[in-house]
């Protein structure tokens, strides 16, 4: 299946009808909310691993059914999205495997696809074979994570990055970029090795980054914490916020996409030597040039519509991507 033959794909086919969301934390949540909002006719079941998670989102309506199992959610479902950490990827695909349609399409959110389709074909190879395991990956998300985290308009006007695999039957490709557009997601079409290394730079690497220089002041020994957060400049806030993400989460990232992420922080830690030695030597010309192209990379950003260029970003209410 090429890009070619994707990007020509229609929306139209029918919509999934029973639609069942494993793990009901800010992007399943999110997922349910927004099913509620816009296909009001679909059906949707849904179940987390925690009880009160379970609990919580039977009070906000995560779902129109919140399940005791796993099986259950899935029993009838055409369609079947995981929203769990990568490293219990496969775990959550074994739970409905006994249960789930032949028939139905299998998805999931997460931010690694290589290591998640691998998962997802040995815990269920008929799907595999079939070609209705689809991975996807919507490019949205903030700091904040549990049920309490999920608003239906997460997903408007944000990436879903779909990485099918070479035998999808495209009726049911298309079904899946329907889904995410009629939640208001735009949908890109990728193989899953490029959609890693793309994501190692534009995301997963950006957060190593912060955990890290979040993590530096906050071992300084001579600054006090309580100097670093009364302190603390817009550069330094926008780094907490990104630091304050699901830590579950974000080191099954790290380890699932290590060989991107390692690839790509070598690139960046050349690129800081570099800019080190401008420092050192005095080069200004080197810092402002590196600095023009960078500021430029900014508002190419604001003019695709994927951030505001408002004071603090617009960001008084909802953030971070993932």
């Keep these: ?36 909002a816009h296909m009001p006719g679909a059906v949707t079941t849904g179940y987390d691993l925690d009880p009160a998670t379970r609990a919580r989102a039977a009070v906000r309506g995560l779902a129109g059914t919140i399940c005791d199992t796993a099986a259950e959610a899935a029993a009838n479902a055409d369609l079947v999205i ?3 950490p990568p490293s219990v990827m496969g775990d959550a695909a074994a739970a409905i495997a006994g249960s ?4 139905a399409v299998i998805s999931d959110v997460g931010s690694c696809k290589l290591a ?47 990485t099918p695999p070479e035998n999808a039957l495209l009726a049911q490709v298309s079904r899946l970029a329907g889904l995410w557009q009629a939640l208001g997601a735009r949908v890109e079409f990728m193989d899953a090795a490029h959609h890693d290394r793309v994501l190692a730079v534009t995301s997963h690497l ?62 960046f830690t050349e690129d800081l030597t570099a800019l080190q030695r401008a420092i050192r030597v005095g080069d200004g010309p080197a810092l402002f040039d590196h600095f023009t192209r960078t500021r430029a990379v900014r508002r190419s950003i604001i003019a695709e519509g994927q951030d505001d260029a408002r004071p603090d970003f617009g960001r008084s209410d909802h953030g971070a991507e993932g």
Excluded at 6 to 28: C, K, M, W, Y
Excluded at 100 to 103: D, E
């Design 206 to 267: 950006p957060h190593l980054i912060a955990y890290t220089i979040v993590g530096t002041a906050s071992d300084l020994e001579e600054v006090t914490r309580s100097e670093v957060i009364k302190y603390s400049a817009g550069g330094f806030r926008d780094f907490t916020r990104i630091a304050a993400s699901d830590p579950t989460m974000w080191r099954d990232v790290f380890l699932s996409n290590k060989d991107a992420v390692l690839e790509m922080l070598q690139r």
């Design 82 to 84: 995981l929203c769990v």
């Design 100 to 103: 789930v349609p032949a028939g």
């Design 116 to 162: 998640v389709a691998q998962a997802l074909a040995e815990a269920l190879p008929g799907h595999a074979a079939r070609g209705s395991i689809i991975p996807a990956h919507p490019v949205a998300g903030t700091e904040n994570s549990g049920a309490d985290a999920g608003f239906a308009s997460l997903f408007h006007n944000r990436w879903c990055i779909i």
């Design 1 to 36: 299946m090429t890009d070619a033959t994707l990007t020509g794909l229609s929306s139209a086919e029918e919509p999934f009808a029973r639609i069942a969301i494993i793990g009901l934390g800010l992007l399943g949540g999110s997922i349910g909310l927004a099913i509620a």
